[in-house]
C-alpha cells in the first residue's frame, strides 16, 4: 500500500509498506478521508512536541471496516472513525475513567504512525460508529471532539462569557460548542478572514483582533466590566497564552487546549486574588466523540462549513507546504485517498 511518511521536518516522502495484517483484537479500515489538523502542520514545521521522525502522519480519519478483528458489534463494510488515542488501561488516569490522558498514551499520527496510507489497523476498542454520518463528515469527528470535550472541562453554563483564543480549526469546534452549550461566545485572532468566518458561518456576536483594538479594553466593554468566566487558550502560542491570563474574571477558570514547548508565567498575585482556575484539556474521550456525532447527525454542527481545500491523496506532497499560509486561507483540508 502507499503511505506518505515526513522523513524530517519540511520533507515528505511516498512509500511503499506492507498492508496491515489480520489479527484478533486489531481492525484495518480502508482509509477515504483524513482531515489536516495543526498536530500534522506542526510536525511538519518541526514544533510539534513530543514527536520523532520519520513519521507517518494522520489520525482525523474515516474509512469503510474491511476486518473487525474479531469486534462483535461491527461489521465488515461499514463506514467508521476511530479515537486515534491509544491507551493501556491500567494507569491511574485509565482506571479513573480518563483514557484521553493516559501515562502511557499513544497517539496515531504523533506518537506512533498514523493513516497518511490506504489502509491502517486500530484497537479494536478504538473503533467508532458513523452514526449515519458521510466519510466527510466523520473524518471531522475527532477535532471537533477535542473542542466539546475542553467545553465540558469548562463546565460552561447557560449565559455566560467564554473567550475562546485563536480561530484555527479547534478553537472554532470549542467556539460551536459553547454555542450549544449557551454561552455568549467571544473569538479573538489576528486573521481578519478567520473572524469574519467566525461572525458570518458561525454567527458569533463578539470578534476581536488584538491587532486593531485593545483586547483588554473591548472585553470589558463586552462583558459589562465583568470579563470572561471561562477563557480558553487555542493557540499554542506562548506569548497568547501568558497574555491570557489577564482577560480572566474573578472566580474564571482558564482551560489550556493548544500546546507548545515552553514553559507558562503568570503573576501569582493576580492569578490567586481572582481564585483563579488552571486547567489543561487533552484529546477527547469516546463520551464526546458520541455527543459530536449526535450534534451532526441532529444539525447543530454543520462539518461543511469548516472544509474549505480538498486534495486527493496523491497530491498531498506537493499542496501541504501551502497550508501553512495564512494567505492559502485554509481553515481545514480534507484529503480524498479513494473514491466513495
Not at 520533507?11 to 500534522?40: L, M, V, W
Not at 458561518?201 to 488584538?210: E, G, H, R, S, W
Not at 491570557?244 to 515552553?262: P, R
Amino acid at each position: 500500500m502507499k503511505a506518505l511518511v515526513c522523513t524530517k521536518p519540511g520533507e515528505f516522502n511516498y512509500e511503499i509498506h506492507q498492508k496491515p495484517i489480520s489479527k484478533t483484537g486489531h481492525a484495518i479500515i480502508q482509509i477515504k478521508r483524513i482531515g489536516i489538523c495543526g498536530t500534522d502542520l506542526h510536525a511538519f514545521e518541526g514544533t510539534q512536541p513530543y514527536f520523532d521522525y520519520p513519521r507517518i502522519l494522520g489520525h482525523e480519519l474515516s474509512g469503510i471496516l474491511v476486518d473487525t478483528g474479531g469486534a462483535t458489534d461491527f461489521e465488515v463494510g461499514e463506514v467508521v472513525t476511530f479515537i486515534p488515542y491509544f491507551n493501556c488501561g491500567n494507569c491511574i488516569a485509565c482506571k479513573s475513567q480518563k483514557p484521553n490522558c493516559c501515562s502511557s498514551l499513544k497517539v496515531s499520527g504523533v506518537h506512533i504512525d498514523g493513516g497518511f496510507s490506504e489502509y491502517l489497523s486500530v484497537p479494536t476498542y478504538s473503533l467508532v460508529k458513523s452514526g449515519g454520518l458521510s466519510v466527510d463528515d466523520l473524518c471531522l469527528v475527532e477535532p471537533l471532539s477535542i473542542g466539546a470535550h475542553a467545553i465540558r472541562r469548562a463546565e460552561v453554563k447557560q449565559g455566560e462569557f467564554v473567550l475562546v483564543v485563536g480561530a484555527g480549526p479547534i478553537g472554532l469546534g470549542i467556539a460551536e460548542f459553547a454555542r450549544i452549550a449557551g454561552a455568549q461566545v467571544i473569538m479573538m485572532d489576528i486573521n481578519e478572514g478567520r473572524l469574519q468566518f467566525c461572525k458570518e458561518t458561525l454567527k458569533l456576536a463578539f470578534v476581536i483582533n488584538p491587532k486593531t483594538v485593545d483586547p483588554t479594553e473591548e472585553i470589558h466593554k463586552i462583558t459589562d466590566g465583568n470579563m470572561p468566566t471561562v477563557v480558553i487558550d487555542a493557540t499554542g502560542n506562548l506569548a497568547a497564552i501568558n497574555k491570557s491570563f489577564q482577560y480572566m474574571a474573578h472566580g474564571a477558570k482558564y482551560i489550556l487546549v493548544g500546546l507548545q514547548k515552553g514553559e507558562i508565567s503568570v503573576s501569582h498575585p493576580e492569578f490567586h486574588k481572582r481564585e483563579g482556575t488552571l486547567m489543561s484539556s487533552r484529546n477527547a474521550t469516546r463520551e464526546d466523540f458520541e455527543y459530536v456525532i449526535s450534534c451532526i447527525a441532529s444539525g447543530l454542527v454543520n462539518p461543511a462549513n469548516y472544509i474549505t481545500h480538498r486534495v486527493l491523496f496523491d497530491d498531498v506532497k506537493e499542496q501541504f507546504p501551502s497550508w501553512l499560509k495564512p494567505e492559502t486561507g485554509v481553515i481545514k483540508a480534507v484529503v480524498e485517498v479513494s473514491e466513495e
